[in-house]
């Protein structure tokens, strides 16, 4: 980050522009009565990458558009390098915030060529230096060549650098993208997703990308933050996320479970994959167990619940098995390597690692 410690610059050159910080504080936002933020505090670091993850309708979308001065919060404060730019008096218009916006759809003029579509933000500047900066973002996306074509000539990973050149041009301080890449197939998506995280790093700029793909956000963040329902769920790395997730809620975002509602007795729980310490909960506690689908092994014999194959579905690299286990109607599912277990198997054993026992209180969001 060191960005950071980079405080002005009069005259930026080759469009590298100096990261900010962005902050939330206590952002409260509601549509036509109806809440969709609440009570959101979040400080994007300079130069940092900061994922907005959730599902959708959890107001990622709208957290964008506040920082964006595109909608004014009911409530709360946003800050650029600890700036007032939003607040119960004060409405800092979205031109002259330094903020770049890229749109899930691209947004590109369609009657205008590439060259246009990019000069497009730079209009508060004269001709010649317009033109100087929008050649410089074009040849930073890898496009100069492209310059005179309209974007229908383009495909689908040309018109998102496009996009992403328009945004960077002006050489904003913060860059906000909304689901920059679900508009590309998924052979591109890899491609583009590198690029354009090397692109990033080159201009510095702070950048807020909205995503509702656990693994992207994984891929692309250097810290994530997880909304649902309005609310931040739970902010860090990928690693914390996966490895120590606060909730139910995030541990399924990151991972596909086997989850069982159970009730604390004797400072134990009683799963249908076996009785498990639960030493710090209550007794009589309601407590979610999770168990990650990779962390349930299938033996031929010598595992200690007995189960019953129902269904296996080969992935490639790896196999997605249903199971039935006495004491439940719920199917177990389990992720093995494709070709550990010989075809046709019916009847086989079952074990969990006590360490891979995630719990959580029951009913917490
Ligand atoms: P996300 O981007 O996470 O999918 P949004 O921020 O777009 O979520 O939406 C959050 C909630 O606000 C949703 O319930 C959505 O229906 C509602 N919402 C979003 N935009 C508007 C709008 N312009 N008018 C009314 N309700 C809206
Ligand atoms: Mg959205």
Redesign the pocket.
């Known amino acids: 980050m060191t960005a950071a410690s980079v405080k002005h610059h009069p005259q930026p050159s080759a469009g590298v522009a100096f990261a900010s910080e962005l902050a939330f504080e206590n952002i409260e936002h509601?549509?036509?009565g109806?809440q969709?933020?609440r009570g959101v505090s979040l400080i994007a670091a300079p130069g940092e990458l900061l994922c907005?993850l959730?599902?959708?309708?959890?107001?990622?979308?709208?957290?964008?558009?506040l920082a964006a001065g595109l909608e004014e919060p009911r409530q709360g404060r946003i800050l650029l390098n600890k700036r007032e730019i939003s607040g119960p008096d004060v409405f800092v218009p979205p031109e002259q915030r330094g903020v770049g916006l890229m749109f899930q759809d691209f947004a590109l003029f369609p009657h205008m060529s590439v060259f246009e579509n990019v000069r497009f933000g730079l209009n508060a500047l004269s001709q010649a230096e317009s033109k100087k900066q929008a050649l410089v973002a074009l040849q930073r996306v890898g496009l100069s060549d492209l310059a005179d074509q309209f974007p229908h000539a383009l495909s689908g990973g040309e018109q998102q650098r496009v996009a992403l050149a328009r945004a960077l041009s002006p050489r904003p301080s913060v860059l906000l993208m909304?689901?920059p890449f679900s508009g590309l197939d998924s052979r591109l998506k890899d491609t583009v997703r590198d690029e354009t995280l090397a692109i990033l790093r080159e201009t510095r700029a702070t950048a807020l990308m909205?995503t509702?793909d656990a693994e992207e956000a994984m891929r692309m963040a250097d810290r994530i933050a997880l909304?649902n329902d309005?609310q931040l769920v739970q902010v860090g790395t990928a690693e914390d996320l996966y490895y120590r997730p606060v909730n139910l809620f995030t541990a399924a975002f990151f991972s596909e479970l086997n989850a069982f509602e159970c009730t604390v007795l004797s400072g134990r729980v009683d799963t249908p994959l076996g009785i498990f310490d639960a030493p710090s909960f209550r007794e009589g506690q309601s407590v979610s167990v999770a168990i990650r689908l990779p962390s349930v092994e299938i033996e031929v014999e010598g595992g200690n619940i007995p189960a019953r194959i129902i269904f296996r579905r080969f992935l490639g690299v790896v196999e997605h098995i249903g199971l039935a286990v006495p004491g439940t109607e719920q199917v177990i599912q389990a992720r093995i390597r494709a070709g550990q277990l010989k075809s046709g198997l019916r009847d086989v054993t079952l074990c969990v690692n006590e360490h891979d026992i995630m719990m959580f209180e029951s009913g917490f969001k």
């Open positions: 509601d549509y036509q109806q969709t933020l907005l959730g599902p959708s309708g959890s107001g990622k979308t709208t957290l964008l558009r909304d689901e909205v509702h909304l309005g």
